[in-house]
């Protein structure tokens, strides 16, 4: 440290990567889960499925006729369209004491499926904040800051290390010693999609920056979040003060009337969801947005309309090269651009960001364990490789059951949704226990085997929920349902060709022998 | 370079914690006295100061983490650190 500059950063890189690696592995596996959130959560919810799809109208009318039925006094409604990636109808309103509630609605009937799921919004709550409460837990979120920060470090100190870059990218020497392999494995996974880690780190710490750096905030707003957000992206529907009173009883101009108007400006299909503000009274606002899945970005259209005569109000028009840039790179980092094969690369990228962290702490070991001096040492490093096996094959359990779980649990269970985070906690902890007692030449043996067993039980308990089995989804182009399921088999043969084909050698000590960087 | 656990020179380890801490806690605080001295000089919209400045934390952050722990001399890193901060918080309160 000091002194030599590739030397303190190849320090650096080893021991970040050892006390902050767990983490950005965690939050890499859980990010390649959250690409397909939606489509998890349809997945997760049996009742949606087997209809055939609905005109945006008729969706429409649909939750309009819920909301009048069931919160005629709220003073906030919002409904979501059914769209490709998760066919369902949303609606949310607030209830007397400002809460929000929410239903998913089946968009023919109106029916509620009244089902408690995380669905695949767990994998995000658990990437962006280790599924701990924002305001009441902070820690998740500060632990993700700092194994961003540390992933940010890792590639930087990473590319000081490999000064011939270049050459690495083609470099790898599967039948050199083992120690070799682990370092050609590590490298090619780690040079070859570093802009990608790079820039979703990055683009991570943007989309959140109002959380992870609030400095600005405090200059300019006094600290006053709300307000900021407000100014930014002019949040109409909740830019009137909360005391300030609803209107008397009038009757509205039709929704679907209005969501039209604005599809003739935006083009047709163009918008995604629609807020309306004191719906039935006379001081009614209706803002529609325009969806967000056709460019690179997290910042949107929308237009509002005076709920009582349809006259427009205003529109989103606020454009500085700032918040264009901002808009940008958040889109960048949640890939709801560019259709199903990019968010594929994401996917395959983010596990090859999770292996490349996974490689490098198991290269740590194999480098060092050998030539510990001491038994504390050696102790040490047995530890380290445990637990490296339970965070790194213990994930893929953990998370394999979770969905079974989605699948087992009863429906009508209390609390249902806290079971799921339970199993997943509870297997992952499982893992942790197996890798505590098993000898060490079968850990990874044994828990690849477990997540390829789960992985592949997920779409068989599809199997026994009617309507649900693979044969059936893919008769009836239930698209969606079918290649989760699907991917759960891939993804378990994989893990199963993993675990046949892992070897652990326990190492020579030789201690004599000096120990490099 | 030390394996883990061996015992290893005690101005060594010294040194190893304090720019641990440093970065840790004066990466974040050093960043963030910045930031909060940029957003107001700059002359900008409010909305936009904040998210200009928050996106440019996230560049100098890694920038300060590299330096903290290349730095030639811990003790001088340290000084630049404190004098870095100081300098912050008076153009801030110059500008605020």
Sequence with gaps: MGGNFRKSMAWVHTWIGLFLGWFAFLIFFTGALSVFHDELNYWARPSLHGQAPVSRVQALRTGEAFLREHAPDSRMWRVVYPNERYPALMVSWEDAEGKTEQAVLDPRSGKVDALETEGGSFFVRMHFRLHLDRTKQPIGVWIVVAASMAMLLACISGIVIHARIIKDLFLFRPKAGKQRRWLDAHNLLGVLPLPFYLIITFTGLVAYYYVYMPAPIHALYEGDEKQFRSDVVQLQYRDYAPDNPPGRRAENYP???????AEAMFGPDSTNYFYVRDPGRDNAVVEVWRRRDDGIRQQVHRIAYDGVTGETLRMFTRRSPVLETQSFLSGLHFAEFGGSALRWLYVIAAMMGAAVIATGTELFIIKRKSKAASDRGRYAYAMIERVN????????????????????????????????????LAVWLAAFVHAGIRPMDRLWREQLAAGAFFAVLAPLMSLLTPGLALPHTIRNGDSVTAIVDIACIVWGALLAVLAARVKWQPVRHSPARAVEA | MPSLLQPIDRRRAFDIAVRCLTAIFGGYFVTYAAMFALARLLPLTRADAVLLTSMLAFLLAPALLVWIFAARSTGRMLVLLALGTGLCAAVAAWAG
């Design chain 1, 255 to 261: 929704l679907a009337k209005l969501v039209e108007r």
């Design chain 1, 389 to 424: 096996v339970a965070v790194v094959a213990g994930l893929a359990v953990a998370s394999a059951a979770f969905l079974c779980g989605m699948r087992l649990l009863p429906a009508a269970m209390a609390d249902r949704k806290w079971w799921e985070v339970f199993v997943f």
